[in-house]
């Protein structure tokens, strides 16, 4: 094991592999991050930590800053695999509205199948892969030109305990999803992201990790996401700033692009109290494709909307819940909620907004989303918007 030039050695048992290197946050001793690559020539190497310096200088500026020797040699495969990646999908937004698939969890268990928590959607994946490989393809069918890869609870935090292997799951999900995609689009036209949820409980912002942990747990699922070769990440459902900026800092150095989404409450701030306009502020730094608002009333999503449109740069949008309320045993149950008439009234007004993403998350399923094709279907403006939200 070989430390990179200018870092100081830590314990193995104190790191969290990452992509094969073993990353610890020196945040009490000088605030930067130590690297560990068992193989001096592995091409990752110079990338992963030349992206740390860059993405954490927000945290590295109160500090000593630790540098190393730009290579001679051209960037390795994965940068450009991360450049190519990240052009294909701003060029897809630059079309026009971006269709996101519906809910995974929530419409597996409409479909009669058990996702029982803390494991939740991630119990299908072990028992029955075929029925998400399906639902992947009915998304597509209905419109979806992006669909997220059942890897919400595929993280170490969430499988580990169950003595589950992190890595193998994220990739059967994400080979799921593009494989249900293809399905549906042989030609392969349809992005596959990678979900990346938090670390503990969606809902429970008072549980949300310290920084040294969530650095090294959404490090290590970004790590599993490349490997598995997902389009992107979709860091979805914070609650926390300070969770959606580890998640987007593991991103970034893993150069994997990223769309960032948070849970909003009625008054349109995050579930910690903190305020949207405060959460888009600290993220747009680390330039996230789109900055959007998830798992929460359609309503609500539109509220939050305005605070979005006008304090974003860059794309925005949002996919609010459907039928049903959260349950403490399946995760879900299918009481009360917004049908998809109410949905769609509520997507239309995100769409006049400006909103160049919109979807579904828990408790729509391929009828929201086919729903939402229609409407952007209709395309009454050049830019695909509706002229207006009534």
Known sequence: MQALQGFEPVRRDNAAVVQGFELRDQRASNGSFVVYDEDPGHGFRQTFHRSLQSVYRPFA??????????????????????????????????????????????????????????????????EQPDAIRRLHADY???????????????????????????????????????????DAVPEGSVLVAGSLGPVADCYRPD????????????????????????????????????EAVAALGAARAGLLPAMISFVVDA???????????????????????????????????????????????????????????????????FEGGHADGAYITEARRWLAQGASVIGGCCGTGPETIQALRALLDECPTQDGRPTTGD
Request: glycine residues 10%; proline residues 7%.
């Open 61 to 126: 500026a109160r500090t000593q800053a630790h540098t190393e020797r730009e290579p001679d040699e051209p960037p390795p495969a994965r940068h450009n695999q991360g450049m190519r990646a990240h052009a294909r999908i701003q060029n897809r937004l630059a079309q026009g509205p971006l269709l996101l698939s519906g809910g995974l969890g929530t419409e597996l268990l409409r479909r009669g199948h058990a996702t029982p928590l803390p494991l939740w959607s991630t119990a299908v994946l072990l």
């Open 140 to 182: 597509v069918r209905a419109g979806a030109g992006l669909v997220t890869a059942n890897t919400f609870r595929t993280a170490r935090a969430s499988v580990a305990p169950h003595g589950l292997t992190a890595r193998a799951l994220t990739r059967q999900a994400v080979e799921l999803a593009r494989a249900g995609a293809r």
């Open 207 to 242: 549980l949300v990790p310290d920084e040294p942990t969530l650095r090294a747990e959404h490090g290590l699922h970004v790590g599993s996401l490349v490997a598995a070769r997902a389009d992107l990440v979709l860091v979805e459902t914070m609650n926390t700033i300070r």
């Open 267 to 333: 008054e349109a701030q995050l579930l910690s109290g903190e305020s949207l306009a405060d959460a888009i502020g600290a993220v747009e730094p680390y330039a996230p494709l789109a900055i959007l608002v998830n798992c929460c009333a359609p309503s609500h999503a539109t509220a939050a909307l305005d605070t979005l449109a006008a304090r974003t740069t860059g794309p925005f949008g949002a996919y609010g819940n459907g039928a049903g309320q959260p349950d403490d045993e399946q995760g879900w149950r």
